[in-house]
């Protein structure tokens, strides 16, 4: 016990003696905290909106004025031709173009019908389907008053008939993309913490040459690891709780789950992380290619987590894949926990993949770990 | 015996690092291997420490078996490595008392035992080992390995890179070590600090090439030596190399050692061929043979 809380004590010693790892370890993290949750977002805005008026009635431009109400469209000027905004369109300038044709007043009034044409750009496919669900509503709130307020004249008994659908979002009740990403960025930082560390920390022992040292003292594997590795686990969950804090204060995220439970849960994914980044140094020379892997594998956890892409969406071998990215669960109980209030029990199979990843890296690492050459 | 190899060898792919090495070291004994970089020494350090498997043979070390018993050889065992493998950005006072703790121990049950070196370095024990000059890291290097009060201490080259007034200190360390019951092995390439040893090995290239007292070593040499000076030192070696009677010529300090193929060599010839080719202030005179000069023979003859 003495041994290890000793090698405990050396470890965060050489932390906070290294003056230029100490900002990297605390601060970087917070500051990509509030940058990525800011800007990592998948809302649509600031649509460029262009539009061609053939009809120039007061009908054809109360339609553009929906546009311009719209927060999601930034209106630009009208073009004289369909040729002139395609053209637009083609130099980046305009996303999407609403064509109004000519009579479309005449038309709605007398066949209660008429036609629009409307080209959104769909590089990003994403995003185009987007801007047509959001043009879509647009265009029938705009008609179902356009009818009512035309049609009232001509048939006074005959009312039209009105169902609204008024959508209750749960959990994330003013559908605040923050709310969404923080919880799932905060998990990225601190796996990012902990793997590079853990992972860089036993090869630079070996590459200043004290590992050697270490090999010939009569320590055991146990306690030399876990002396190693626990420091670690200190910081990670220092880093959670700076995180959660900033999410709070800052970003107003509701916290409504148990925060001992997202503790202990972090505690388990942590020693996951702890044994991959063990593993990691088992197998490398110098820091710098025990970063290189631990960024291969973070790329592939980060983007297979369900983080920026729903897993549903990947083809089968890929969602099969992500049943080993610790990251994915750690993305799903964080999110089930702060923001719907999911107990250990809705939890559970998250817990027991979590723990038997850690047990299965943990035995990994350490019986790779070995003190002779 | 302190030391037992039979046999050890060692091979890195295809390179023989090691090739059947053995021998002993009594208890007590400052026993030296003198050998230049690449002789295998480190290797033969690694196995004996418990690093490193060797491929054949057998080693034990303070009676216990390299390969069977290491855990207890780590409890018995000092090792300095050749390069300074503390922690640079701990202070001199933490790195004695991690080891100490590590080896189960503390700084004041062994006292005793470093004391001498310590007291030298005590007045930085606040400063971080990072810092410290090269002869001070050596020395807490030396405190390091020996905290636990080993019975067998490893020292991998001790003395590279360190300046001559600090290499004296540290071999007058090693003696008073040795009083106190300690074996030592201690590797180095430097020819001078072969003789303070008590018995030395010859190796190169994973070879020994001789085991015994250096002075005995030195009288072991079978040719008369001449040194050879003359006020162009290049032109010297080139014209020696091609003089017929050169058996072998190499730079020493200021001058050439020269060994004469044939036994009725004189070195009034020498003196007459040197200055028919324009050698100036030519010097010829025999002198004793050190380790160094037998170390050029033996490695000489054994290619």
Same mark, same amino acid.
């Given at each position: 016990m003495n041994i290890i809380r000793y090698i405990i004590q050396k470890e965060f010693k050489q932390i906070f003696r290294n003056k230029a790892m100490l900002p990297i370890i605390f601060v970087l993290p917070l500051i990509q905290l509030i940058i990525l949750s800011n800007a990592a977002t998948f809302e649509v805005k600031n649509i460029k909106f262009a539009f061609v008026d053939n009809d120039k009635t007061s009908l054809s431009r109360e339609l553009v004025e929906k546009f311009e109400a719209s927060s999601y469209f930034n209106v630009m000027t009208d073009f004289p031709s369909e040729k002139l905004a395609s053209k637009a369109m083609l130099e980046g300038k305009v996303d999407v173009i609403l064509e109004i044709p000519s009579y479309f007043e005449r038309q709605l009034l007398k066949n209660k019908k008429a036609d629009l044409s409307v080209i959104i750009n769909a590089i990003d496919g994403a995003a185009a389907g987007v801007e047509n669900v959001y043009i879509n509503q647009i265009v029938q709130q705009f008609t179902k008053k356009a009818q009512v307020e035309l049609f009232l004249f001509n048939n006074l008994g005959n009312q039209p008939q009105n169902i609204e659908t008024i959508p209750s979002f749960w959990y994330n009740e003013t559908l605040n993309y923050k709310t969404f990403m923080v919880p799932g960025i905060l998990v990225l930082l601190v796996t990012m913490i902990t793997l590079f560390l853990s992972g860089m920390n036993i090869v630079r022992e070996k590459e200043i040459g004290t590992l050697e040292q270490i090999n010939v003292t009569p320590i055991k594997k146990y306690q030399f690891i876990i002396g190693k590795l626990f420091p670690f686990l200190v910081l990670g969950m220092v880093l959670l709780t700076v995180g959660l804090i900033i999410s709070k204060?800052?970003?107003?995220?509701?916290?409504?789950?148990s925060l001992t439970l997202m503790y202990l849960y972090t505690i388990i994914y942590i020693l996951v992380i702890l044994g991959m980044g063990l593993f990691i140094s088992n197998f490398t020379d110098t820091q710098q290619q025990a970063m290189f892997i631990a960024w291969f594998f973070m790329v592939i956890f980060i983007l297979m987590s369900g983080l920026f892409t729903p897993i549903e969406s990947m083809p089968q071998w890929a969602q099969l894949l992500t049943e080993f990215n610790p990251i994915k669960y750690y993305v799903e109980v964080m999110r089930m926990v702060m923001l719907k209030g999911a107990g250990l029990s809705d939890i559970y199979p998250q817990v027991l993949k979590t723990f038997l990843f850690a047990i299965a890296m943990n035995a990994l690492a350490v019986i790779s770990y070995k003190k002779t050459s | 015996m302190s030391i037992i190899l039979n046999n050890i060898s060692k091979s890195y792919n295809k390179v023989?690092?090691?090739?059947d090495i053995s021998f002993e070291v009594k208890p007590g004994e400052l026993f030296g291997l003198i050998g230049p970089d690449g002789a295998g020494k480190t290797t033969l350090f690694r196995i004996l420490t418990t690093l490193l498997i060797q491929d054949g043979g057998k080693a034990s070390v303070a009676g216990y078996d390299v390969q069977k018993q290491y855990k207890d050889i780590r409890n018995h065992v000092g090792y300095m490595p050749g390069r300074f493998s503390l922690y640079q950005d701990l202070t001199v006072e933490e790195n004695l008392n991690f080891f100490a703790t590590i080896f189960g /121990? =503390?700084?004041?049950?062994?006292y005793d035992l470093i004391k001498d070196i310590y007291i030298q370095i005590e007045p930085f024990k606040a400063r971080r080992a990072g810092k410290l000059s090269g002869g001070m890291k050596q020395k807490l290097a030396l405190c390091c390995a020996l905290i636990h009060k080993p019975k067998v201490l490893f020292l991998d080259e001790? /003395? =590279?890179?360190?300046?001559p007034v600090s290499r004296k200190e540290f071999w007058e360390m090693l003696k008073r070590l040795q009083q106190k019951d300690i074996t030592i092995l201690v590797s180095t390439p430097y020819m001078d600090e072969a003789?303070?040893?008590d018995r030395i090995a010859l190796i190169t290239n994973g070879k020994i090439l001789q085991i015994n007292t250096p002075e005995a070593i030195i009288a072991s040499f079978p040719k008369k030596i001449y040194k050879v000076r003359s006020s162009n030192t290049y032109q010297l070696i080139e014209d020696l190399r091609i003089y017929p009677d050169t058996h072998s010529a190499y730079p020493f300090g200021e001058y050439l050692h020269f060994t004469p193929k044939s036994e009725v060599f004189r070195s009034m010839d020498l003196t007459k061929y040197l200055a028919e080719r324009h050698h100036k202030e030519i010097e010829v005179k025999e002198t004793v043979a050190t380790i160094e000069d037998t170390f050029m023979d033996l490695s000489k003859a054994h290619e």
């Amino acid at each position: 016990m003495n041994i290890i809380r000793y090698i405990i004590q050396k470890e965060f010693k050489q932390i906070f003696r290294n003056k230029a790892m100490l900002p990297i370890i605390f601060v970087l993290p917070l500051i990509q905290l509030i940058i990525l949750s800011n800007a990592a977002t998948f809302e649509v805005k600031n649509i460029k909106f262009a539009f061609v008026d053939n009809d120039k009635t007061s009908l054809s431009r109360e339609l553009v004025e929906k546009f311009e109400a719209s927060s999601y469209f930034n209106v630009m000027t009208d073009f004289p031709s369909e040729k002139l905004a395609s053209k637009a369109m083609l130099e980046g300038k305009v996303d999407v173009i609403l064509e109004i044709p000519s009579y479309f007043e005449r038309q709605l009034l007398k066949n209660k019908k008429a036609d629009l044409s409307v080209i959104i750009n769909a590089i990003d496919g994403a995003a185009a389907g987007v801007e047509n669900v959001y043009i879509n509503q647009i265009v029938q709130q705009f008609t179902k008053k356009a009818q009512v307020e035309l049609f009232l004249f001509n048939n006074l008994g005959n009312q039209p008939q009105n169902i609204e659908t008024i959508p209750s979002f749960w959990y994330n009740e003013t559908l605040n993309y923050k709310t969404f990403m923080v919880p799932g960025i905060l998990v990225l930082l601190v796996t990012m913490i902990t793997l590079f560390l853990s992972g860089m920390n036993i090869v630079r022992e070996k590459e200043i040459g004290t590992l050697e040292q270490i090999n010939v003292t009569p320590i055991k594997k146990y306690q030399f690891i876990i002396g190693k590795l626990f420091p670690f686990l200190v910081l990670g969950m220092v880093l959670l709780t700076v995180g959660l804090i900033i999410s709070k204060m800052l970003f107003q995220i509701p916290i409504v789950g148990s925060l001992t439970l997202m503790y202990l849960y972090t505690i388990i994914y942590i020693l996951v992380i702890l044994g991959m980044g063990l593993f990691i140094s088992n197998f490398t020379d110098t820091q710098q290619q025990a970063m290189f892997i631990a960024w291969f594998f973070m790329v592939i956890f980060i983007l297979m987590s369900g983080l920026f892409t729903p897993i549903e969406s990947m083809p089968q071998w890929a969602q099969l894949l992500t049943e080993f990215n610790p990251i994915k669960y750690y993305v799903e109980v964080m999110r089930m926990v702060m923001l719907k209030g999911a107990g250990l029990s809705d939890i559970y199979p998250q817990v027991l993949k979590t723990f038997l990843f850690a047990i299965a890296m943990n035995a990994l690492a350490v019986i790779s770990y070995k003190k002779t050459s | 015996m302190s030391i037992i190899l039979n046999n050890i060898s060692k091979s890195y792919n295809k390179v023989k690092a090691l090739d059947d090495i053995s021998f002993e070291v009594k208890p007590g004994e400052l026993f030296g291997l003198i050998g230049p970089d690449g002789a295998g020494k480190t290797t033969l350090f690694r196995i004996l420490t418990t690093l490193l498997i060797q491929d054949g043979g057998k080693a034990s070390v303070a009676g216990y078996d390299v390969q069977k018993q290491y855990k207890d050889i780590r409890n018995h065992v000092g090792y300095m490595p050749g390069r300074f493998s503390l922690y640079q950005d701990l202070t001199v006072e933490e790195n004695l008392n991690f080891f100490a703790t590590i080896f189960g /121990t =503390t700084i004041e049950e062994n006292y005793d035992l470093i004391k001498d070196i310590y007291i030298q370095i005590e007045p930085f024990k606040a400063r971080r080992a990072g810092k410290l000059s090269g002869g001070m890291k050596q020395k807490l290097a030396l405190c390091c390995a020996l905290i636990h009060k080993p019975k067998v201490l490893f020292l991998d080259e001790p /003395t =590279t890179g360190v300046d001559p007034v600090s290499r004296k200190e540290f071999w007058e360390m090693l003696k008073r070590l040795q009083q106190k019951d300690i074996t030592i092995l201690v590797s180095t390439p430097y020819m001078d600090e072969a003789e303070l040893c008590d018995r030395i090995a010859l190796i190169t290239n994973g070879k020994i090439l001789q085991i015994n007292t250096p002075e005995a070593i030195i009288a072991s040499f079978p040719k008369k030596i001449y040194k050879v000076r003359s006020s162009n030192t290049y032109q010297l070696i080139e014209d020696l190399r091609i003089y017929p009677d050169t058996h072998s010529a190499y730079p020493f300090g200021e001058y050439l050692h020269f060994t004469p193929k044939s036994e009725v060599f004189r070195s009034m010839d020498l003196t007459k061929y040197l200055a028919e080719r324009h050698h100036k202030e030519i010097e010829v005179k025999e002198t004793v043979a050190t380790i160094e000069d037998t170390f050029m023979d033996l490695s000489k003859a054994h290619e």
